[in-house]
């Protein structure tokens, strides 16, 4: 919106070509979402306490949890509404792979909101059935996997990469891509929503992964950087360098209010949204394994369930005291914050990694 004003203006004086550089609308995006996000979120806040319905909290989860219950929940849509904003005033509106990641934020978040409206307003503590909402989130996430499969400008924008080697290179068909793009969007939808079960737990991996995903897309939308780097040059993806960083400062100004102890959880709608704009924007820039290394935190949270509940229903036994795994590190004693820190650790660690194959290759 404001691009196209400045387009105008240029015109009439250069300084305004400034905003014509991605990194420059990247900065102000961030700072522009984390703005509003400082300055909604209290009145935000205040709306979710008003529903009377807090976060739902497991009566088999640990102790320290259930001086939580009746916090607000649903946090998520403050982060979605000034993602969008900050977006729309500066992203560029006639790039297609905007306007992908925009839609699939929201059709998440519409299945987030639901799942979360039921919990709260209906009082139902189960929320949307599983099998609805991962039949809705099927649908969204095949028909964003087709959509780009239709509309690829270049080979490129359709080949599975592997990191580390710059000569495997697999081109896909439509079956195969549209296959590993729903796997992706829908698999880290479900695995950001595993995550967020702690304070902050979710939204700083959230952030980091975000902020090394603009790098990509940046890298990936240059001809000059993405040849010296040997990655796939998608044309247009740069500008998915925009929703990175708003992103990222929208995550800022909800840890604000979501860090220990936590004013606010973000709920379905935004822990659904979030992963599956990362996993979307993975796709695009054609970084599919890369993001399974920095979003190692996901990964892993969704793989302690995933064993948790094979090894219960093989054995009858636990492998974890409970899951998703950050519940097992809190039964065997350490306290919630300790948890929260080690996995952002863990996380910055993971993120440099997947950076680190920008250049090992």
């Known amino acids: 919106m404001l691009l196209e004003l400045a387009r105008w203006l240029q015109s009439l004086e250069n300084f305004f070509g400034l905003f014509g550089y991605l990194t420059f609308r990247g900065i102000l995006a961030a700072l522009t979402s984390l703005a509003l996000s400082l300055w909604l979120g209290p009145a935000v806040i205040r709306r979710l306490g008003q529903l009377k319905g807090g976060q739902p909290i497991r009566k088999d989860g640990p102790q320290s949890h259930f001086s939580k219950a009746g916090t607000p929940t649903m946090g998520g849509a403050l982060i979605l509404i000034t993602v969008a904003a900050s977006v729309l005033l ?47 989130q099927s649908i969204f996430g095949l028909a964003a996997g087709l959509y780009l499969y239709l509309y690829a400008d270049v080979p490129a924008a359709t080949t599975f990469y592997v990191p580390f080697f710059k000569s495997i290179a697999l081109p896909l068909a439509g079956v195969g891509f549209v296959a590993i793009a729903y796997f992706w969007i829908v698999g880290f939808s479900n695995a950001v929503n595993l995550t967020d079960g702690l304070d902050g737990l979710a939204i700083m991996p959230t952030v980091l992964v975000a902020c090394a995903l603009g790098v990509f897309a940046y890298a990936s ?141």
């Open 90 to 136: 500066w992203g560029d509106l006639r790039n297609k792979y905007v306007w992908v990641v925009l839609l699939v934020m929201l059709c998440f978040g519409v299945i987030g909101w639901y799942d979360d409206w039921i919990k709260i307003v209906r009082r139902d503590p189960n929320g949307l059935k599983s099998r609805w909402k991962y039949l809705l």
């Open 221 to 361: 939308g240059n001809a000059v950087f993405s040849n010296y780097l040997q990655i796939p040059q998608v044309p247009g993806a740069g500008e998915l360098t925009i929703i990175c960083a708003a992103i990222a400062g929208a995550g800022l100004g909800f840890l604000w209010f979501n860090t220990y102890p936590a004013m606010v959880f973000m709920g379905d709608i935004g822990a659904l949204a979030l992963g599956a704009v990362l996993g979307t924007i993975a796709v695009i820039v054609r970084q599919e394994l890369v993001l399974v290394i920095m979003g190692g935190i996901f990964v892993i949270e969704t793989l302690s369930v995933m064993i948790q509940v094979a090894s219960f229903k093989l054995t009858g036994k636990r492998v974890f005291r409970m899951a998703p795994i950050h519940h097992h590190f809190e039964l065997k004693g350490w306290p919630e914050p300790r948890v929260i820190v080690r996995f952002w650790i863990i996380s910055v660690v993971l993120v440099l990694v997947g950076l680190a194959t920008l250049k090992v290759r």
